[in-house]
């Protein structure tokens, strides 16, 4: 099993466009045996201490197999609406890592 976190810091007033691209991208997870566990969207409460911006949004996704995560990143349908995260996304951070 294969563990994704992802931390997503967006461009200021862009945050419809990263709706729409996600309205694409989650449902395309389970297609390539994958499972959103987590998709937590911080406020200042929730941020008990740190040196970095708080993201935007923390994903939390399995996939079974590394295959599986590289299939979803390359499917076809997703990659026709990657102008919207490009369009959205300042940056992100991908940490990927496996259950202890």
Excluded: C, W
Excluded at 57 to 79: P, S
């Amino acid at each position: 099993m294969v563990y994704i976190t992802q931390l997503i810091y967006l461009k200021a007033g862009q945050e419809s466009i990263f709706h729409q691209f996600e309205e694409i991208a989650i449902p395309t997870i389970s297609k390539y045996n994958g499972d959103l566990l987590l998709r937590i969207r911080p406020d200042n409460a929730s941020l008990i201490e740190g040196s970095m911006e708080k993201p935007y949004e923390i994903h939390l996704v399995t996939f079974k197999t590394q295959d599986d995560f590289e299939n979803f990143k390359h499917d076809e349908e997703r990659k026709n609406f990657l102008h919207l995260k490009d369009e959205s996304i300042k940056t992100s951070i991908l940490i990927q890592g496996s259950k202890l």
